[in-house]
């Protein structure tokens, strides 16, 4: 009896010594999963820093009210977006903003309110005369002259701005992946055929879909829809990524392509209170095309312009 009552106690002992090491290693695979999950987190946050204190350029331009304390204060704010022909094909010269949008983020109603203003507006610049083309801005005296001509011009505060040249749209469609847009038109571009219906934009089709604009009949108009098309396409899908890889590549294109004025600290406020302003609402700034001394503009009538200027206004919440 002693015998198999001493056996019994040492199977016995065997058996919880066994479920003491499983629980040790499983204990410690534990830690050192949340460990690198840790890690993972604090190196994605590093380089998220990282990579917005290297877009960061601050902008002194006559702003009418304090574009920080709006963002700070969770209130509606306005973004001029401008996409420069800087990067395209080589080009390393200044150039002019090719792609002009106004921006305008309400975390109340949960809207983005995207407006596009064609690139041939025919407007005033100071210290240029009344007859210009609103790209013409960024090129005579960059990003501060180009947010007080457009300020100026539609009437509402430019509380920030993001400048992104051509090269980086294509290394960010690399980074985020293919979207699928809604295409109206059937047209040819630079080898690739987009037929009507939904299409998929990638890194290799993308500058000839946003670029085009001879072959559209809405001209400058056409190619600007498309713009705003992929660019609500990206961004949306963007914010769905939870891979730390494609994270990595898409903070190096944002961090080598792009300028803001919006630092590191906005840009988290931006990502936990203003996340869900998903729902975008396009908008276009309409003119007729004009041929004055020879140069080909867009001129916009008053009451176009003052009807784009009340929805924006409506949208930031301001008289």
Same mark, same amino acid.
């Given at each position: 009896?002693?015998?198999?009552?001493?056996?019994?106690?040492?199977?016995?002992?065997?058996?919880?010594?066994?479920?003491?090491?499983?629980?040790?290693?499983?204990?410690?695979?534990?830690?050192?999963?949340?460990?690198?999950?840790?890690?993972?987190?604090?190196?994605?946050?590093?380089?998220?820093?990282?990579?917005?204190?290297?877009?960061?350029?601050?902008?002194?331009?006559?702003?009418?009210?304090?574009?920080?304390?709006?963002i700070s204060e969770k209130k509606p704010?306005?973004?001029?977006?401008?996409?420069?022909?800087?990067?395209?094909?080589?080009?390393?010269?200044?150039?002019?903003?090719?792609?002009?949008?106004?921006?305008?983020?309400?975390?109340?109603?949960?809207?983005?309110?995207?407006?596009?203003?064609? /690139?041939?507006?025919? =407007?005033?610049? $100071?210290?240029?005369?009344?007859?210009? &083309? *609103? !790209?013409?801005?960024?090129? %005579?005296?960059?990003?501060?002259?180009?947010?007080?001509?457009?300020?100026?011009?539609?009437?509402?505060?430019?509380?920030?701005?993001?400048?992104?040249?051509?090269?980086?749209?294509?290394?960010?469609?690399?980074?985020?992946?293919?979207?699928?847009?809604?295409?109206?038109?059937?047209?040819?571009?630079?080898?690739?055929?987009?037929?009507?219906?939904?299409?998929?934009?990638?890194?290799?089709?993308?500058?000839?879909?946003?670029?085009?604009?001879?072959?559209?009949p809405r001209g400058d108009?056409?190619?600007?829809? /498309?713009?705003?098309? =992929?660019?609500? $396409?990206?961004?949306?899908?963007?914010? &769905? *990524? !939870?891979?730390?890889?494609? %994270?990595?590549?898409?903070?190096?294109?944002?961090?080598?392509?792009?300028?803001?004025?919006?630092?590191?600290?906005?840009?988290?406020?931006?990502?936990?209170?203003?996340?869900?302003?998903?729902?975008?609402?396009?908008?276009?700034?309409?003119?007729?095309?004009?041929?004055?001394?020879?140069?080909?503009?867009?001129?916009?009538?008053?009451?176009?312009?003052?009807?784009?200027?009340?929805?924006?206004?409506?949208?930031?919440?301001?008289?």
């Amino acid at each position: 009896m002693k015998d198999k009552e001493s056996i019994q106690r040492h199977h016995h002992q065997h058996h919880q010594h066994r479920r003491k090491k499983i629980w040790k290693y499983l204990i410690g695979f534990l830690i050192l999963f949340f460990a690198f999950d840790a890690f993972a987190v604090y190196k994605l946050y590093h380089d998220a820093r990282q990579a917005a204190n290297s877009t960061y350029q601050s902008v002194k331009h006559n702003s009418t009210r304090n574009g920080n304390s709006v963002i700070s204060e969770k209130k509606p704010f306005s973004l001029l977006i401008m996409g420069t022909d800087t990067g395209e094909y080589g080009r390393t010269y200044r150039g002019r903003t090719d792609t002009i949008m106004v921006a305008v983020v309400n975390p109340k109603t949960k809207t983005t309110t995207l407006a596009s203003i064609p /690139r041939d507006t025919k =407007v005033a610049i $100071q210290g240029h005369g009344f007859d210009n &083309k *609103i !790209n013409a801005a960024y090129s %005579y005296g960059g990003t501060s002259l180009a947010m007080n001509t457009i300020q100026s011009y539609l009437g509402i505060p430019i509380d920030h701005y993001i400048e992104m040249n051509m090269k980086g749209l294509v290394q960010l469609s690399s980074a985020v992946g293919p979207v699928t847009v809604n295409n109206d038109l059937d047209f040819t571009n630079m080898g690739y055929h987009f037929k009507k219906g939904n299409i998929t934009i990638n890194k290799e089709n993308i500058l000839a879909y946003t670029r085009m604009r001879y072959q559209d009949p809405r001209g400058d108009y056409g190619r600007q829809l /498309r713009q705003r098309l =992929v660019i609500t $396409q990206l961004v949306k899908k963007g914010m &769905k *990524i !939870n891979n730390l890889v494609k %994270y990595r590549s898409i903070l190096d294109a944002i961090s080598s392509n792009m300028k803001t004025d919006l630092t590191f600290d906005q840009m988290k406020i931006l990502a936990t209170d203003y996340r869900e302003a998903g729902n975008i609402k396009q908008l276009q700034l309409q003119g007729q095309g004009q041929q004055i001394d020879g140069v080909d503009y867009e001129v916009v009538s008053q009451s176009n312009l003052n009807q784009l200027t009340q929805k924006l206004k409506t949208a930031l919440e301001i008289k």
